[in-house]
Nanobody, 124 residues
Framework: QVQLVESGGGLVQAGGSLRLSCAAS????????MGWLRQAPGKERETVAA????????YYADSVKGRFTISRDYAKNTVYLQMDSLKPEDTAVYYC?????????????????WGQGTQVTVSS
């Protein structure tokens, strides 16, 4: 099992930026793919970005392409989500998740371990 602790959420104006961090522990960091997912009130949880165990492959939802960047630091066992040009529709609880495979996935149900979530609110 992987323990995940997120940080970096908050309130930002439209057009602003935030960086989310997720510190992982419990397994070799490169052994699992990581994802950032979000869930807005009344909506299903969706994968916004994912990265392979080796960090050589990434996935982005169409709604965030060109604005969000996922990365991972193996020395710090941390995965990041840099969010730029934020929009009010990006408002949601953001979750960090780990999949017990080196291959990334865009399917929420494929993730095995989850962080507690961090709120991101973008004001217009």
């Amino acid at each position: 099992q992987v323990q995940l602790v997120e940080s970096g959420g908050g309130l930002v104006q439209a057009g602003g930026s935030l960086r989310l961090s997720c510190a992982a522990s419990g397994r070799p960091f490169s052994a699992y793919a990581m994802g950032w997912l979000r869930q807005a009130p009344g909506k299903e949880r969706e994968t916004v970005a994912a990265i392979s165990g080796k960090g050589d492959s990434t996935y982005y939802a169409d709604s965030v392409k060109g604005r969000f960047t996922i990365s991972r630091d193996y020395a710090k066992n941390t995965v990041y989500l840099q969010m730029d040009s934020l929009k009010p529709e990006d408002t949601a609880v953001y979750y960090c998740a780990a999949r017990r495979s080196v291959m990334y996935t865009s399917t929420a149900q494929d993730y095995d371990d989850w962080g507690q979530g961090t709120q991101v609110t973008v004001s217009s």
